[in-house]
């Protein structure tokens, strides 16, 4: 299956990355984040407003979508480690 061509034009290998999770967390793959298909209908709103934010992020400029990506990779960060953290503790107790 080819990619789409929105997706081709990602070649920065940690904006790809950060792709790569926003697509995991969802449940969906990678090339279904870049589907013209505008129907939502199968997923909740929450996912609807999710995908829709996605979908313009790609219209922001590379420096813009570099500053998106890395928020994202922070907070997923930050919760991975939190989450190793807590279970780090639990192995404690």
């Given at each position: 299956m080819a990619l789409p061509s929105s997706l081709r034009s990602v070649t920065n290998p940690r904006e790809r990355r950060t792709l790569e999770k926003i697509a995991k967390a969802l449940g969906v793959k990678l090339s279904e984040l870049f589907?013209?298909?505008d129907n939502l209908t199968d997923i909740n709103s929450y996912?609807?407003?999710l995908m829709e934010k996605i979908k313009l992020?790609?219209?922001l400029s590379e420096e813009e979508k570099k500053t998106v990506f890395n928020t994202v990779d922070a907070f997923i960060g930050k919760k991975k480690l939190k989450d190793a953290l807590e279970n780090?503790?639990?192995d404690v107790k």
């Open positions: 589907e013209t298909d996912d609807a407003s992020i790609e219209g780090a503790l639990q």
